[in-house]
């Protein structure tokens, strides 16, 4: 096992050096902060990560969860975990003060989560999503429900999850089945099933609250008629016991990896008793759990850079202390073996897993500390802030994911036969990330949602927002002798970026809307390389003005390290642009036109 998961040093470069999180103390929301606490936070999640997580990282893999007549049983330490995480504030640490929050910024706290990603994600989803069903309530339910439910949720008591599945539908939630029927008692009556339910049942805690979205009986169809509740597990009574709420897990699914947290299916009402209790508005139940939901997908992208993060040093490791083979100069047999990381095509492959991980942990970190200036920074920021939010949330979901499989494979492939074998992490690494591209709308999904959503949303804007940050990089970049090549690089990348655009949006306005949207998974590769990019560029900015004033060898070497990883970025994947934006330009519908009967054998 790797002794190392994280960097340090590189997490806070991207959240002071780059992101300037102590300028988020200057707003009244964060003003009881300081750098100081900010560290604090971070040394104990590593210190979590190092002595608690990491050490169970293979056992929970090895001894997952074990389904009994509803019931599922999970390691015994997570109840311990569970609790270590409510008593430290961890799973409330970003909720306001009033709710029993820290107040910490998000920009710090996908940080916390992030280490405790790479050091045992199975471990990691247990509290946070709690937090995320959490705050979804503080934003939307009624003072009782909030009062009823998020201390215990924060106190690592119960489990928070976000149910929205259902068999018959997947990602389809038009097709949504489950229904509630109202009552004369202040809730409704819930009947229907959900699957693929994230920690929807287990011992860890006592007992587990859905935010879960249905169709009340009268309700408009489609996506307008869907609203949202809270149906907990158990439903506590006046005297303070828990009874039945009619909610059962009837299985739990055996996976490729992410093994230590179970995966359930959920039957409501099967007695016609499962109570639950409105969230805000009728019908308005999906644009509340969109706030869960684009938050769970920056999470997603963190939780798949924090696994791949893990591999590179895992690989990282191996490379430095396994000997193997002479430089390709050498020419007698007899001189000693090297270290295979001082091989050109090692060194290729520990770049390739440094560039998308501290590319798409830059992005991460960016995104947070969008939200954190969303909700405490000036007003008249807001609208700009939040469409860049908007338009970043699908690549930075998606580019993770997508390739930190490709990452960890990498880091596989550097440890060549051992890679493959268990002894060494690699091999439960690459099947836990499989799960991200799925995770919260798979690829296709989010290739829709940015393309025929967020380019066209009010006229534009978004777009215009984002080409307007990376080409203020790009100036700034261009100063910069070392990197000025890639300056222009990247602006040339953006120029077609908006020809590819417009070229598409034509065909939309021709009102060929399938053929619009039959790449789109494809122009969400296009962009999510144009944003790596950009976070290296910006990162490499920031290195070459450090480099001046470095005073220690470590430092020196870390900057350097930025330098040339930066560059290969731009000489290895940014020209990957050229064949994707041949494939768009075509636009000649083939998989439109291809038949399903053409399948056949």
Known sequence: MA???????????????????????AYPYFEEHNREIFDLVLDTALKMGTDDLYPRFVEMDREQPTFDAGTISVNPWLREFMAACGEGGWIGANAPFEHGGQQIPDTVMVAFRFIFGAANYSASAYPFLGTGAALLMISFASRELIDTYVPNIFAGKWQGTMALTEPHAGSSLTDLKTTATRTDAGYFNL???????????????????????????????????????????????????????????????????????????LEMGEHGDCRAWL???????????????????????????????????????????????????????????????EHADVKRMLLFQRAITEGSLSLIIYCSNLIDRIHAGPAEDKERLELLLDFLTPIAKTY???????????????????????????????????????????????GMDLLGRKVTMKNGQALMIYIEEITACIEKAKGVEAIAAEAQQLEEALAQLQQLTMHLGGLAMKGEIDLFLADAT?????????????????????????????????????????????????????PKLQGLATRLQQSDGLTLSMQAKYFED
Request: glycine fraction near 8%; hydrophobic fraction near 40%; charged fraction near 20%.
């Open 400 to 446: 993770p994911s997508e390739m930190g499989i490709l990452s960890v494979s990498t880091g596989l492939q550097c440890l060549g036969g051992y890679g493959y074998c268990d002894e060494f992490p690699l091999e439960q690494l690459y099947r836990d990330i499989r799960i991200h591209p799925i995770h919260e709308g798979t690829t296709g999904i989010q």
């Open 3 to 25: 002794e190392t998961f994280v960097s340090m040093r590189n997490l806070k470069f991207l959240i002071y050096e780059l992101n300037n999180a102590e300028a988020l103390c």
């Open 279 to 341: 969230v805000g508005e009728e019908n308005h139940g999906l644009s509340y759990m969109f706030q869960m939901m684009n938050e769970a997908r920056v999470g997603v992208g963190a939780g798949a850079t924090a696994i791949a993060t893990a591999a590179y040093y895992a690989s990282l490791e191996y490379t430095r202390e396994r000997a193997q083979g002479r430089p390709i100069t050498a020419k007698d047999p007899a001189t000693p073996q090297i270290p295979i990381i």
């Open 522 to 574: 494809l122009y969400l590769e296009y962009v999510g390389i144009i944003t790596m990019a950009w976070q290296w560029l910006w990162q490499a900015t920031v290195s070459e003005t450090a480099l001046a004033d470095c005073d220690t060898e470590g430092d020196t070497n870390f900057y350097m390290g930025k330098r040339y990883a930066c560059h290969y970025f731009f000489r290895y994947e940014l």
């Open 191 to 265: 009947v229907g099933q959900k699957i693929f339910i994230s920690c929807g049942e287990h011992n860890a805690v006592n007992n587990i609250v859905h935010l879960m979205i249905a169709r009340i009986e009268d309700a408009p169809a489609g996506i307008k008629g869907i609203s949202l509740f809270v149906v907990p597990k158990l439903r506590p009574c006046a005297d303070g016991t828990l009874e039945s709420n009619d909610l059962i897990c009837t299985a739990t699914f055996h996976k490729l990896g992410y093994k230590g947290a179970p995966i359930t299916q």
